[in-house]
């Protein structure tokens, strides 16, 4: 299915690497102005940069990422043959133009590294394109999140759900024993296996990835220790299926998709397994989002995590997907505004949440639901705080015995900071605060701090309070009904760990 046979990946991965078509290498190239640029949309700066050059790498960014003319002659360490008769590459016989992307990618957070296949970008240099209805999108920041957000702790088997380009693959690859990705985009499917062969995570004999065509789950009946999803949930008016944007948009009404992906996974869950979604939801009339969002997942028996990052007015969030679509400045713009907007009303929806769920096949009789807003800045990778979050749970849980007899600590990243008036000898406030993940902040008191400050993992929990509650000659009884709540908060929230 892939664009490329096997010999024809191999000489391009290797001509990409003879010419050094790189993440560090293209970043060096163009620039530092130059990659601030693309990151607008913009190649001008860029192209100053390239300026007289005519070796292979200026080439390559030059047809990849500039998408520009390129002399034929300044090609030559490319297998021309092989991408124009793929559809990759489109020549006049003096020179080329791109037909397919195809850009470096390198991952800071897990070492995942190789290329990406998709559609060209689109609007590059402010020029509006109407996008077709099969677009495959590229590394987009939407999938980066997904990436940066999904635990990497290793697991048997996981499942791309809606793969797009396969960048979620390519990460899956690194620490699962075997990968699904599924799309119900044809295109998508084949610029994914490319990707993947040309980085080196699907092998000729037999895939570590394997690539199916179907919608939802029904390509894949087996169950997985992890599913990763940024599926199409943008919710836009009923199109005929040949002009919706198959990237963004399923045909479902409101967020409907986004509610059958949160019912059927469970299902296809091995015991602990783990679904991590970026997803857009509806705020329906006056009712609470996490209220709608509960009622999803009622009777599944697994815990549900939701972060709203953002959250968008109907205005704001017509606008954003208008633009997206290329529509601005079009005669298509006002009356498709009004066509959403109108859609909306008919629906109910007030409002849009963006942001991140998580469920978890915990096993628990009564399934931990846990809903916030936390629109504040974060450190990414925010993975490793996601993984932990199941154990921080189930040790909020226990009894307060077994919370006693715990042996905890302070996790590495935390920090404690103090404030208060100049001149004062003791501070106003004392805070622990996390330096990396959801960079979560719990303010505390003396008792507290006394309690957490011990927390090195030596002593248990029960001992540390008696002896806090000896130094401060309180009752000890006292103490544990101070602090144990604030410990089961600490322990959810991943200031304290296991020892």
């Given at each position: ?6 010999d ?10 003879e ?11 163009v ?17 100053t940069a ?6 292979s ?11 520009r ?17 793929a ?11 791109a ?7 390198d ?7 190789g ?7 689109p ?23 997904l990436a940066?957000?999904?635990?990497r702790?290793?697991?048997g ?21 075997r ?16 990707s ?23 390509p ?8 990763v ?20 948009e ?20 091995n ?27 009622e ?5 549900m995590?939701?972060?709203?990052r ?73 993975g ?17 015995n077994?919370l ?6 302070v996790r ?18 004392l ?18 701090g ?40 600490a ?9």
């Open positions: 299915m892939s664009l490329l046979e096997p024809a990946v191999a000489r391009l991965r290797d001509a990409f690497e010419i050094g078509y790189r993440t560090d290498a293209v970043l060096e190239a620039g530092a102005a130059g990659h601030r640029g693309l990151e607008r949309n913009t190649t001008v700066a860029a192209q390239l300026a007289g050059r005519d070796d790498l200026a080439a390559v960014i030059n047809l990849w990422l500039l998408r003319p390129v002399p034929i002659d300044h090609l030559t360490a490319l297998p021309l043959a092989d991408l124009a008769a559809g990759i590459i489109e020549t006049d016989g003096e020179n080329v133009t037909a397919v992307d195809i850009r470096p990618y991952s800071p957070d897990d070492d995942a590294t290329w990406a296949v998709s559609d060209p970008t609007g590059l240099d402010k020029q509006t394109t109407r996008t077709r209805p099969d677009y495959v999108l590229g590394v987009s920041p939407a999938s980066t999140s940066q957000m999904t635990s702790r290793p697991v088997s996981a499942l791309d759900l809606g793969c797009g380009c396969g960048v979620q693959s390519m990460h899956l690859a690194r620490h699962a024993g990968v699904i990705a599924t799309d119900v985009n044809q295109r998508a499917l084949r610029m994914a296996e490319l993947l062969a040309l980085s080196g995570t699907r092998t000729v004999e037999g895939a570590d990835v394997e690539v199916r065509e179907g919608s939802l789950f029904d894949v009946p087996e169950k997985f220790d992890l599913i999803s940024n599926p199409p949930y943008v919710m836009s008016p009923p199109q005929p299926k040949g002009q919706r944007l198959a990237y963004r399923a045909g479902f009404s409101g967020d409907g998709l986004i509610e059958q992906v949160v019912r059927q996974a469970p299902a296809h869950l015991p602990g397994g783990a679904v991590q979604i970026l997803a857009n939801w509806a705020q329906i009339g006056d009712q609470p989002w996490a209220e709608r969002l509960a009622g999803w997942v009777g599944l028996g697994v815990d995590w939701v972060l709203e953002e959250h968008l007015d109907v205005h704001e969030y017509i606008e954003t997907w208008l633009t997206d679509a290329g529509l601005d400045g079009s005669a298509q713009w006002r009356p498709r505004y009004d066509e959403w907007l109108g859609y909306f009303a008919e629906l109910g929806i007030t409002g849009v949440s963006m942001g991140w769920l998580a469920l978890t096949a915990a096993g628990r009789e009564h399934p931990d639901l846990s809903f916030e807003e936390w629109p504040w800045s974060i450190e990414q990778p925010v490793e705080a996601i993984g932990q979050r199941r154990e921080g749970v189930d040790d909020a849980l226990a009894t307060d077994a006693l007899a715990g042996h905890w600590t590495d990243d935390v920090v404690a900071e103090s404030s208060g008036r100049p001149g004062e000898a003791d501070p106003e406030h805070v622990y605060r996390q330096r990396s993940g959801l960079c979560r902040a719990m303010e505390v008191d003396t008792v507290l006394g309690v957490l400050g011990a927390c090195d993992g030596d002593l248990d929990l029960g001992a540390i309070v008696a002896a806090v509650a000896a130094i401060l000659e309180v009752d000890a009884g006292t103490v544990r009904e101070q602090v144990l709540p604030r410990v089961r908060r322990l959810r929230e991943g200031i304290l760990v296991r020892a």
